[in-house]
T-cell receptor, first 111, second 116 residues
């Protein structure tokens, strides 16, 4: 089983601040997922990455395979970024179709 | 494409009742999943399917059943509902090929179930 730990659990920021959410996992993986869930809403996939860095608008995801660590960054944060951010990794190194999910990071961005 | 469609969005059940959560996807994805999300916990896998006619248990399968007669549909059946099954349920799908990295996950909007 792949343990997935996220930090922080809760994060409050002022609009415009740079945000970093961290994710650590215990087993070597082929791809890690970052997801976004708005309060009372559905879940949307933000990134799936297996190496290096990916960027989509103001969101950047990085992964360090050797250190088993990934970060999600939000530049110039906005109140609409307020959501729960979840990382997920395969349950074991060779089994990509079953994922272990972190408990999520609740981000609140105040205007 | 509609993506992943889940119904119903909300349901209240009495203890011992049964119901089926419907899930359909129109993206021709081979893998489909049912998760439950409890407050303060990560998503837990109930059942999954790697293709039509193939299903398997996840982490928390007790009290649930699934079927996958077509690529599109993956209903979740709750038999003899119990208060412990009060949760938010998410269906998800992805296109996955063994020789490649697995595809992006697509989620339904969720079904909030309360068992009283």
């Amino acid at each position: 089983k792949n343990e997935v730990e996220q930090s922080p659990q809760n994060l409050t920021a002022q609009e415009g601040e740079f945000i970093t959410i961290n994710c650590s996992y215990s087993v070597g993986i082929s791809a890690l997922h970052w997801l976004q869930q708005h309060p009372g809403g559905g879940i949307v996939s933000l990134f799936m990455l297996s190496s290096g860095k990916k960027k989509h608008g103001r969101l950047i995801a990085t992964i360090n395979i050797q250190e088993k660590h990934s970060s999600l960054h939000i530049t110039a944060s906005h109140p609409r970024d307020s959501a729960v951010y979840i990382c997920a990794a395969p349950r074991s190194g060779g089994s990509n179709y079953k994922l272990t999910f972190g408990k999520g990071t609740l981000l609140t961005v105040n205007p | 494409n509609a993506g992943v469609t889940q119904t119903p969005k909300f349901r209240i059940l009495k203890i011992g009742q049964s119901m089926t959560l419907q899930c359909a996807q129109d993206m021709n994805h081979n893998y489909m999943y049912w998760y439950r999300q409890d407050p303060g916990m990560g998503l837990k896998l109930i059942y999954y399917s790697v293709g039509a006619g193939i299903t398997d248990k996840g982490e928390v399968p007790n009290g649930y059943n699934v079927s996958r007669s077509t690529t599109e549909d993956f209903p979740l059946r709750l038999e003899l509902a119990a208060p412990s099954q009060t949760s938010v349920y998410f269906c998800a799908s992805r296109l996955t090929q063994r020789a490649m990295n697995t595809g992006e996950l697509f989620f339904g909007e969720g079904s909030r179930l309360t068992v009283l």
